[in-house]
C-alpha cells in the first residue's frame, strides 16, 4: 500500500493504520413564545477526527530528525490530501504529531508515532 501526504511518501507501509472518526452535525434550537415545541435548524456537516499511526524507521538519529522535521512541517494550519491505498483523505488539518516510542538497533532507529488530523467539511 502507497501512503502519501500531498503526493509526497513520507510514510512507512509496513506499519501503517488510520482510524477515522464520524462526521459530526451541528444544529440550532429556537423556541417561540406562545407555541409549543422546538423549532430545529440543521446546520450541516462538521469535522471528524482522523489518527494515523505507525513506525517510523531511518539509518541514524539525523536522517530520523529530518523526517520528523518534514513530517511536523505539514502542521502549518493549512490542508492537506493523505492517499493510503484505495483510501482518500482531503482537507485534513494536522492537528498534532506525538512521538510514542523511540528504539534503537543494528538496523537504525524506529519510532512509534501517532498524527492527529481534523478532516474539514
Do not use: W
Not at 14 to 32: D, L, N, W, Y
Not at 67 to 87: E, F, K
Not at 96 to 117: C, M, N, P, Q, W
Amino acid at each position: 500500500m502507497q501512503v502519501t501526504l500531498d503526493g509526497q511518501r513520507l510514510f512507512d507501509e509496513q506499519s501503517f493504520e488510520i482510524r477515522t472518526g464520524s462526521i459530526s452535525r451541528a444544529s440550532m434550537k429556537r423556541t417561540v413564545p406562545g407555541l409549543d415545541g422546538v423549532l430545529s435548524i440543521d446546520l450541516g456537516k462538521r469535522n471528524r477526527q482522523i489518527t494515523q499511526s505507525g513506525t517510523l524507521r531511518a539509518k541514524s538519529r539525523l536522517q530520523m530528525d529530518s523526517r520528523i522535521s518534514t513530517i511536523s512541517g505539514h502542521m502549518d494550519g493549512n490542508t492537506h490530501a493523505l492517499i493510503a491505498g484505495n483510501q482518500e483523505f482531503e482537507n485534513l488539518r494536522m492537528d498534532s504529531f506525538k512521538i510514542l516510542s523511540e528504539h534503537k538497533d543494528g538496523a537504525g532507529t524506529r519510532i512509534d508515532y501517532e498524527i492527529v488530523y481534523t478532516q474539514l467539511a
